[in-house]
């Protein structure tokens, strides 16, 4: 049965839910505030990336984010103020840093992961798409025996689950990297990792779903929800009023600003991420994480892109020199020779991801509304788990039993 559905927000997880829900015969409208060409969807790292299977809530993460509070450069930022959502985040996040809660969410996010990649392939087939899109892993990089220690473990933990990975020592680096010279120890490789250059993506499925027939209202602000009992009869926008059957809420870090509307309490926070491009010929070929500053870097369509920090300070875009400093001196640290130039680092743009209080995103419908699925929360696994959170959405809205189980990402668990 074709149903009319609104999708609130048109970055990467309500672009793809567009692409299932009319390929499912719906009648798909965006929303979003924006002009649709940038913000995380847009700036992050490019990772398709089975191999982050370790929830961002993970022990020790709390207790190094209370350590870095007060050190602006630090890869975690956690910026302490008095706002009630954001000390329920902090408790409920505080709660999940667990090893009990990493063993349960390692399968969950490894088959979802897994499973967009795979949907990433199924849909530049069929639709014949072009972006960039390479399948040659990503590099674990470690100038500590400590944190090589600590990635050697995670890659064993990822081989258990079926994923390809294996450590590698400096003769393996000068093989898999022979034009750069790195400054590190060793790190391992996890082969089943590929990646994008994520601007391309998001323009070539933009026009393609307008080619389709989805409706694009952009610069419009969702500012109320017209309810009757307990389901959305309409959003009111900044120009309009909208109707539909079913609704999306992909609005990813303002999605718990609109969940209130309807008495949800989305524990949600602002994740604030920042990328340097240069287009200077680097010689890097594989896709990395420098895993002491936490700094992920990806040789783009064209340019090499530097991306990185964690930090929840609230919704805003304000550019804090300090992180993008520490972002620049990670990459001459790791990789000698290569300096980003003051050009490069003033024009550096943040983007915001939307951080569940346990790692894991927010799919489906909230038992307080009949006709809302919720798909955000994803944090800096977007691009990651994109097409298979749009298929479930898709599935969702279509009365279809879902192809994952749903319950991990239920909205209305609890912490």
Known sequence: MSKKVIIIGGGI??????????????????VD??????????????????????????PGVMKKGLKWMFDKSSPLYIKPRLDLDFLRWTWAFNKSCNQKHVEKSIPIIKDIAVWSQELYDDMKQQEQFNFHYEKNGILM??????????????????SKVGLDVSEVTLDDLKILEPNVSLNVKGGTHFRCDSHITPSEFMSEL????????????????????EVSGESIISVITSKQKLSANEFVLSAGSWSDLLSRKLGLKLLLQAGKGYRINTTKPTGILLPAIL???????????GFTRFAGTMEIAGINHIINKVRVEAISNAASRYYEGITLSQEEKENVICGLRPVSADGLPYIGKSNKCKNLTIATGHAMMGLSMGTATGKLVSEIVSDKKPTLDLNPFHPDRKF
């Open 33 to 58: 505030q924006s002009s649709m060409d940038g913000g995380a969807s847009y700036i992050n790292a490019g990772y398709i990336s089975p191999s982050h299977i370790v929830p961002l809530a993970a």
């Open 206 to 225: 933009k026009m393609h779903l307008k080619q389709v027939g989805v409706q694009f209202y952009i610069n419009e602000k969702v500012e109320d929800l």
């Open 291 to 301: 895993t002491e500053a936490k700094v992920a870097v990806t040789p783009m369509n």
């Open 141 to 158: 990089l470690c100038q500590t025996d400590k944190m090589l220690e600590e990635e050697i473990e995670v890659a064993k933990i990822a």
């Open 13 to 30: 997880i309500g672009l793809c839910s567009a692409y299932y829900l009319q390929k499912e015969g719906h009648q798909v409208t965006i």
